[in-house]
């Protein structure tokens, strides 16, 4: 199993473990023609400078790139990968900056930057590549408010 692949063990975070200032493991993303491709078409989005190089170029870019719905699957993909499966989404707010373009690598960090009522953690993200930052934002979940039974604390 990769470092980046989560386990079916996977511990699950509990809130009063978290604390504000704490950084997140970055996770290094590939960026492969194939990924960009696929992950456009799964998502449904046909935009065409997603999957077509040559009319990609045509509109002003230097190839395809990846679009907001895989940004947003990574950054989901991964917060909850730190926060264990017991983890609940409540809010993604993303902003795009530069494209993600295949060949090159984005490398998604956080740090955790508030504790709410509720068990509710916000965590700053970024995710940068050579061109420079292609998404920030924050990410609030829910974590289990006591330690759950067999997740290792």
Known sequence: MS???VSKNAVSRAYADVAVGEEL????????RTMIVATALA?????DVHHDPSLAVERGSKDVFMNILTTNGLVDRYVTGWA???AVVKAIK????????????MVLTGTVTEKRD???????VRGVNAIG?????????????????????
Do not use: C, F, M, W
């Open 3 to 5: 470092k980046n692949a």
């Open 25 to 32: 493991p970055e996770l290094r993303v590939p960026l492969t």
């Open 43 to 47: 998502s449904r989005d046909y935009q």
């Open 84 to 86: 264990g499966p017991a």
């Open 94 to 105: 993303i902003r795009l900056g530069a494209p993600n373009y295949p060949g090159d690598t």
């Open 118 to 124: 509720g068990g509710r953690v916000e965590i700053k």
């Open 133 to 153: 930052p292609h998404v920030t934002g924050t990410v609030v979940v829910q974590l289990p408010v006591v330690q759950l039974e067999g997740s290792g604390a």
